[in-house]
């Protein structure tokens, strides 16, 4: 039924007089626990995507996937590989990863700062950002890029060339789904690669 898209949502059920209301009942759920409104409830969803209910289910399967092809590609090295995995285990902020000094090698913090700050003001702020941004105006587009964290970084030894490795699910029902993919990473990580494209110009070939 998944494949042939009539999964029997909420608002196939109700018109077939098997429910009376067709708003997500997880995403109600969610909602009551933190005493938040249950106005507004957005209609029973086809998958786990943008249900509150689920979203602590969902980030743990992510990240429980990503952990896995991320080891498999570690380890399926050759003995000859210049590559080094940075973040074998979990995400790591801009911040904690450029604390190490195999990431001050590739260009100083100060340096990257300057450059991401002014990259972060070309970027639309988000609503939900906007209260951070009230109470600390001029730190905000730093503290942005600081605490961005790339799904992995691997680092190429030789010319300490970093790499973002990023894991990003979808249904492949729709034709684009991969170009669609592609641009939201590129999207959410334009600051870091266009910030070390300027600051740290020294590296050839700089990939992500």
Not at 107 to 131: D, F, G, N, P, W
Request: proline share 4%.
């Amino acid at each position: 039924m998944a494949i042939s898209g009539i999964i029997p949502v909420a608002k196939w059920l109700a018109k077939i007089k098997q429910r009376s209301d067709v708003n997500c009942r997880l995403c109600k759920r969610a909602r009551e626990q933190r005493s938040a409104s249950t106005e507004n409830l957005p209609e029973e969803h086809i998958n786990s995507a943008f249900c509150d209910g689920m979203a602590t289910t969902v980030t743990a399967d992510h990240h429980f996937i990503w952990t896995h092809l991320y080891a498999s590609m570690q380890a399926a090295q050759t003995p000859a590989s210049k590559l080094k995995f940075v973040t074998p285990e979990k995400e790591s902020s801009m911040s904690t990863l450029w604390q190490e000094e195999q990431f001050e090698q590739i260009c100083r913090r100060e340096s990257l700062t300057e450059k991401a700050a002014e990259i972060e003001k070309t970027i639309v702020m988000k609503e939900y950002e906007r209260e951070r941004y009230d109470f600390d105006p001029t730190m905000f587009y730093e503290n942005r890029f600081w605490n961005r964290r790339p799904g992995g970084i691997v680092i190429k030894k030789k010319h300490q060339t970093p790499y973002i490795v990023e894991f990003k699910r979808s249904s492949d029902r729709n034709e684009d789904f991969l170009r669609v993919k592609k641009d939201e990473a590129n999207e959410q990580h334009n600051s870091i690669i266009e910030a070390l494209e300027v600051a740290a110009p020294e590296i050839p070939e700089m990939d992500f």
